[in-house]
């Protein structure tokens, strides 16, 4: 991501970003309705509604986001929610002060805004972060025709294959009538990623 596209998105967190609706989506609510609470990270956590959402039902949550502005406002939501969670400032390509193994990975509206090359490191990142099992929950627009603006291409989530099952994706379009996708993969078993390393 540009120098330019970082500091646009830190202006708008200084009004009301248009992604940030205060309301946690009906896909995560289904998610945690069907697993057992855990760890959880989310990327590009904006100003916590997601993290405090996980937290009250138990998740022991970590939220990254690269402006610390917004990570104030998150921190003081979670305190009057009375809610404990982590929050780090930290780059969604290297994750650098972030460690362990988490069950759940949610990422809404932050990896198709990057760049080939952070897409790759992104990834990386992911599966440092994640044991078989782990669901990797992910929300983006997809990529439109004239390739203009933030988007996923089929070949952006082939990418996630190497590592992950796909286990399920919902095509829809979004406030704005732009089209997006929810997709839902689970980390592969040990033994798989063995074999396809060995392809």
Not at 69 to 79: F, G, I, P, T
């Amino acid at each position: 991501m540009s120098w330019l596209r970082h500091f646009n998105f830190k202006l708008l967190y200084f009004r009301k970003p248009p992604w940030d609706t205060q309301i946690s989506p009906p896909e995560l609510m289904e998610f945690i309705a069907q697993y057992p609470p855990g760890r959880a990270l989310d990327l590009g956590c904006g100003t916590g509604t997601n993290v405090i959402t996980l937290a009250q039902y138990g998740w022991r949550v970590t939220g990254v986001d690269y402006v610390g502005y917004a990570l104030r406002q998150a921190k003081k939501k979670a305190q009057l929610a009375g809610i404990t969670a982590d929050f780090q400032v930290d780059d969604v390509t290297k994750l650098k002060n972030i460690t362990g193994a988490f069950d759940l990975v949610l990422d809404i509206g932050c990896f198709h805004s990057l760049d080939p090359d952070e897409k790759r490191a992104y990834i990386h990142s992911l599966e440092r972060l994640t044991t078989p099992g782990s669901i990797y929950l992910m929300y983006g627009f997809s990529r439109e025709a004239d390739g203009k603006g933030p988007g996923l291409r089929d070949s952006d989530l082939s990418e996630f294959e190497i590592s992950f099952d796909q286990i399920n994706r919902e095509e829809g379009v979004d406030r704005g009538q732009r089209p997006s996708v929810w997709v839902t993969y689970q980390r592969k078993p040990t033994d798989n990623l063995d074999q396809g390393t060995s392809k």
